[in-house]
């Protein structure tokens, strides 16, 4: 990206907020999905401040417009307008977890400057059905998040091997690393075991094994389902 945009020019994005983080006493580092760049992180600089403009524009799980220039390090945003804020989205419990969940998702496993209109798509259907309140139930939920795996390009569909596509496998599941995603224990005998708890119809469990780490947001999502 820094090399195809000078110092002194702005783009202007319109960017999903995955999410928004402390950077130092006064600036935020904001984490987006964009239309037109793919993932990025932005410098929201004075946003901590009570009374940066920013400030107002730059909470997770929102949709913004904002200008963005070249920094020294990484890009800063230099204006920012909220388009939709989804505030019943926001209102409802097992929405939110379901938005965090998308958003370190989309952290983890989706690479920077990588625009994917198909996972935009997914993002603006996703937030509308959440805003909507379409996305309640846990078999909602779960083909919602089988759908995301796929749009990612990812192998291995619910309580499948991702190489011999077969089902339940009594040997538990085992992750492959070549391929992201996880496989049965005859077609991965070298492979390392899932963690206990995650078992074969818990597909977030496939995003962790796919990711190499924990998520953070699914205890909460798993726990609003129960």
């Not at 230099?78 to 989309?106: G, I, K, V």
Request: charged content about 20%.
């Amino acid at each position: 990206w820094y090399e195809r945009v000078d110092r002194r020019s702005l783009m202007t994005i319109h960017a999903y907020i995955l999410a928004s983080r402390p950077s130092g006493e006064r600036d935020r580092l904001i984490s987006v999905f964009s239309r037109e760049e793919g993932r990025m992180v932005l410098v929201a600089k004075g946003a901590q401040r009570s009374t940066s403009v920013q400030r107002m524009h730059t909470d997770a799980f929102s949709l913004i417009t904002c200008g963005v220039v070249r920094g020294r390090a990484l890009p800063i945003m230099t204006s920012a307008q909220t388009t939709h804020a989804y505030p019943e989205m926001h209102a409802s419990l097992p929405s939110l977890a379901m938005a965090s969940f998308m958003s370190e998702a989309c952290e983890r496993l989706v690479p920077f400057h990588d625009p994917d209109e198909a996972l935009w798509d997914f993002f603006t259907q996703t937030y509308e059905d959440l805003n909507a309140g379409r996305l309640l139930t846990r078999a909602a939920i779960t083909a919602r998040q089988e759908a995301l795996l796929t749009v990612l390009g990812y192998p291995g569909p619910r309580g499948r091997c991702a190489l011999c596509l077969r089902e339940e496998h009594p040997d538990g599941w085992f992750t492959h690393d070549d391929i992201g995603g996880r496989v049965c224990a005859s077609c991965a005998p070298r492979g390392s075991l899932v963690a206990a708890g995650a078992g074969a119809g818990d597909v977030g469990a496939q995003f962790e094994v796919t990711a190499g780490a924990r998520f953070a947001s699914l205890p909460l999502l798993r726990a609003v389902l129960q």
